[in-house]
């Protein structure tokens, strides 16, 4: 029997951790994400946020105007990562079609594919992201057509990068003898792709696909650093008379680029959502790893 | 096709996408030409302001018509107009660019301004590229190794694909400072400053780490592969030493399979370079497009961006010849 590789099992154990992170709050009560307060009581003494780790029964601390951060980060993992979802699943469905077809066509279409690749590609995807969405921004209609253009930008973005791996596999794929036998009998094209193609390429694209979250995963808090993030902001008047400008949307990539500035005063408010963002794309990298391992064990 | 022919056709390619590459990055950048601003300024999905008494708990609850009093539209004719206006600057040489860096000076000519942060990103980016592939190539060859040394070489791929790079230099400043405080030593340099001291070490180390794990990931992947094949086999069955097997057979078959791999790692890299400029301090053409976007400088933003262009085909023009010169039999290199 062939041995589970352990760089799989870390990865399912560790995509356990975020699958149970995702339903946590159906089954514990934590306070709401959006929750604050900005003065309490401590003993005799009168404290203001942001809480510590520990301090007042907030495990992870608060931020600057008193939300739980660890239920804030908590909630932050179905925004953070079904985000990544759908910008992934974009990027897979504009691509994969596009790759298939061209593979399968060749000529202009794979030079097509081949061009928006390398066109696409030597720009930073930050850059690209960043200038179309700073382009866009003020056609977009409130925060809902900003989300969907972030999540739009981010996934046609990535996509062409995709399609010209998917063509560059079937052109290998449909060389292969049981394709011939195919055409010989006539099968159509649109068969052929689906039948004969598509199996044989699922191995790779179950590597790609983990690999691929990953990716998202750290051009979501890249463009966070700098500003661009899929949820709005607040502005919160303290007891001082300061206005702190906090994130609204509980979403990790957002929560870390908004408070990088207070990494030596209050380190856990960058801290714990950097480390979040770093741990899930590290179990992706090793679902990936994981899977191409096990791949080439059963070849 | 001969192995130069090959080269010589690839670069051909290369240098026809770059002028597609341009094509899109000028569209793109000149994109805020065309907003016409109607009314007051807002950032998008501003929720409005929260007033609150203190000791009570409170909930952030959205505003429903937050922004609604905000127009802008979109001129095409605006839009065209900008994009000649940028081609005719430059294509005359005087593009300038406004608030830069802090200077005396309002306005200042924009492309020598260019030409100095380019080499000081160059020289940050080679450094660290050239750090990165040589740690990289050393690591992904453990994978060859004892399981132990496998472990090692899977376990800081990963590690150093998933830390942020921006988590990495804000612990690097972190420690820095911490290190300053309690011991009076200073690690590295935390920030640079506009013509003056420049810290090195912290930002090589933090853009190094992607090129060197994407490396090791790419040529154990590929040599994992290889070592497979069946001219392995039948190299070890011939009693050819362990070492040749993969310095002459195994490396020959994995490299320029991992060399596929080189243009995704050098959009990952540049991209990198953004970050680790920005979050350091170090006044490159990476943290110049940052400041050109952030002060809607559509014209800072288009060069740059043509430069990063012309940069990254550049690198992967190299990548394709470097594939082509290990495996000559390989036609069409990345085109193919």
């Known amino acids: 029997m062939r041995r589970i590789p352990p760089s799989l099992v870390i990865g399912l154990v560790m995509l356990a951790g975020l699958g149970l992170l995702l339903v946590l709050p159906v089954f514990y009560d934590l306070p709401h994400p959006q929750q604050g307060v900005l003065l309490q009581f401590e003993g005799t003494r009168l404290a203001a946020p942001p809480y510590r780790p520990g301090q007042l029964g907030y495990p992870l601390g608060s931020d600057l105007v008193g939300r739980d951060y660890l239920s804030r980060l908590v909630h932050g993992a179905r925004t953070t990562l079904g985000l990544a979802l759908a910008i992934s699943l974009i990027r897979f469905a504009a691509a994969l079609p596009a790759g298939l077809w061209a593979g399968w066509r060749r000529g202009w279409l794979a030079g097509a594919v081949q061009a928006a690749a390398t066109g696409f590609g030597s720009l930073p995807t930050l850059v690209l992201v960043f200038i179309a969405m700073r382009g866009v921004w003020p056609l977009l209609a409130g925060s809902g057509g900003w989300m969907m253009a972030y999540v739009a930008m981010l996934g046609l973005a990535g996509a062409p990068r995709i399609a010209e791996q998917v063509r560059r596999r079937t052109e290998e794929i449909i060389l292969m003898p049981h394709v011939e036998a195919a055409q010989a009998i006539g099968a159509r094209p649109a068969r052929i792709v689906w039948r004969h193609v598509l199996p044989v390429m699922r191995g790779d694209l179950l590597v790609m696909a983990p690999s691929e979250m990953a990716w998202v995963l750290m051009i979501m808090a890249q463009l966070a650093l700098f500003g661009i993030h899929p949820g709005g902001e607040v502005q919160i008047e303290t007891i001082t008379g300061n206005v702190y400008t906090v994130e609204y949307m509980a979403e990790w990539g957002q929560m870390l680029g908004t408070n990088r500035a207070f990494l030596l005063q209050y380190p856990w408010l960058p801290i714990y959502p950097g480390l979040a963002l770093g741990l899930s794309a590290a179990t992706f990298h090793l679902l990936a790893e994981g899977l191409r391992e096990r791949d080439l064990q059963l070849r | 096709m001969g192995l130069w022919s090959s080269v010589v056709k690839d670069w051909g390619v290369r240098i026809g996408l770059l002028g597609l590459s341009a094509v899109i990055v000028v569209l793109v ?305 990345g085109a193919g």
Not at chain 2, 180 to 197: A, H, K, M, P, T
Not at chain 2, 277 to 284: K, R
Not at chain 2, 327 to 332: A, E, H, S, W
Request: proline share 5%; net charge positive.
């Open chain 2, 29 to 333: 950048a000149m994109l805020p030409e065309g907003v016409v601003v109607t009314g007051e300024y807002t950032p998008p999905g501003s929720l409005g302001e929260v007033r609150t008494d203190a000791t009570q708990k409170f909930r952030i609850e959205p505003v429903p018509d937050a922004g609604a009093q905000f127009t802008y539209s979109w001129s095409p004719a605006q839009y065209r107009e900008g994009i000649v206006t940028y081609l005719q600057g430059l294509l005359a040489g005087d593009l300038t660019v406004q608030r830069w860096y802090g200077t005396a000076q309002s306005v200042l000519p924009l492309l020598p301004l260019l030409r100095e942060t380019w080499w000081l990103s160059f020289q940050l980016f080679a450094a660290a590229l050239l750090t990165g592939i040589v740690l990289g190539l050393l690591l992904g060859g453990l994978v060859l190794g004892s399981r132990g040394a496998r472990a090692f070489s899977l376990g800081l791929s990963v590690l150093g694909v998933s830390v942020p790079d921006f988590l990495l230099i804000l612990l690097g400043q972190m420690l820095t400072i911490w290190s300053y405080r309690n011991f009076g030593v200073r690690l590295w340099s935390v920030l640079g400053v506009q013509g003056g001291e420049r810290g090195w070490i912290l930002p090589l180390v933090a853009l190094s780490i992607i090129p060197m794990a994407y490396t090791a990931r790419l040529i154990s992947t590929a040599l994992d592969e290889a070592m497979r094949e069946d001219y392995i086999r039948t190299a070890r069955a011939k009693g050819v030493p362990e070492v040749l097997v993969v310095l002459k057979h195994a490396m020959r078959g994995a490299l320029p399979r991992a060399l596929n791999g080189m243009p995704a790692m050098l959009n990952v890299t540049l991209s990198s370079q953004l970050v680790v400029e920005v979050l350091t301090n170090h006044y490159g053409i990476g943290s110049g497009l940052m400041r050109g976007l952030s002060y809607g400088q559509p014209h800072v933003v288009a060069t740059i961006g043509l430069i990063f262009c012309a940069w990254f085909v550049v690198m992967d023009g190299l990548a394709v010849t470097l594939r082509a010169m290990a495996n000559p039999l390989l036609k069409g290199g």
